[in-house]
């Protein structure tokens, strides 16, 4: 979790998970103010409203990491509504 917005701590948690490297989309739920300032310097992250998510984003990219919330988010606008 990046607690503080800080880059730093968001490349530790990408080492951590081994991901450092690795052309990266994030989903999030809301606009994570944090979420986006610690990765917006680093190349290949990409943080994207789940709601706003398109079929492109979720396709190009190596790694697809999901906040939990942003799952329900995105199955509802993925649904089709008859």
Do not use: H, Q, W
Request: hydrophobic share 50%.
């Amino acid at each position: 979790a990046v607690n503080n917005g800080k880059t730093k701590e968001f490349i530790e948690v990408l080492n951590a998970l081994s991901l450092s490297g690795k052309k990266l989309t994030i989903l999030v739920a809301a606009d994570n103010e944090k979420v986006f300032l610690a990765a917006r310097n680093i190349p290949n992250i990409y943080v994207v409203e789940a709601r706003s998510a398109s079929t492109y984003d979720l396709l190009d990219c190596e790694v697809l990491l999901f906040e939990k919330a942003a799952i329900a988010l995105l199955s509802d606008s993925l649904m089709v509504k008859s």
